[in-house]
């Protein structure tokens, strides 16, 4: 909150005024007026354990449902589009309209798959780093995973 004083010590001039300010640390305040503070009460502790075991779990149980939710309905979108596209290609080959050359295609796809392997195994350092900090992340905050996988397979259903 900014105070601003102009009455110093008799000054009515308006080049003379000086002002004042309080400062406010925002950090402080933010910690202090959260959200879920008002909703499931106050803690304090180490930052593992910051929020109360409840707080977690409901924490983790919105995030969760919300990816399930979206992963369900993007899925379904997806495996819609592949499928219908798979059904035309399938239903245009057997009419005449499509010709597919299979000895092309099979070449192709050994082909796709040996420049995976190539790829596969320079990425692997840097898919293991990332599989290693996402293992300490849901081991260092079990619960608030417990409920996001929990969360997720309600979003899956839903």
């Known amino acids: 909150m900014a105070t601003v004083d102009n009455r110093e010590a008799g000054q009515d001039d308006p080049e003379s005024e000086e002002e004042v300010y309080e400062v406010v640390d925002l ?3 933010a910690r202090r007026h959260q959200w879920w503070s008002r909703v499931f009460g106050n803690n304090s502790g180490p930052i593992a354990e910051k929020y109360s075991v409840a707080t977690q779990i409901m924490m983790g149980r919105v995030t969760g ?3 399930g939710y979206l992963f369900q309905r993007v899925g379904k979108i997806a ?3 592949v499928g219908g596209g ?3 290609l399938q239903i245009a080959n057997h009419s005449g309209y499509v010709q597919v050359d299979w000895k092309k295609v ?3 796809v050994n082909k796709a798959k040996k420049h995976l392997k190539k790829k596969a195994n320079k990425a692997a350092p840097e898919i ?3 599989i290693e900090e996402a293992t300490d992340f ?4 079990i619960v608030l995973s ?3 996988v929990g969360g997720f397979f309600l979003g899956l259903a839903s």
């Open 86 to 88: 798979f059904l035309l």
């Open 27 to 29: 950090t402080e305040y």
């Open 65 to 67: 449902w919300c990816a």
């Open 128 to 130: 293991n780093t990332f």
């Open 146 to 148: 417990s409920g996001f």
């Open 138 to 141: 849901i081991k260092r905050n």
């Open 106 to 108: 099979e070449k192709d």
């Open 79 to 81: 495996a819609t589009a």
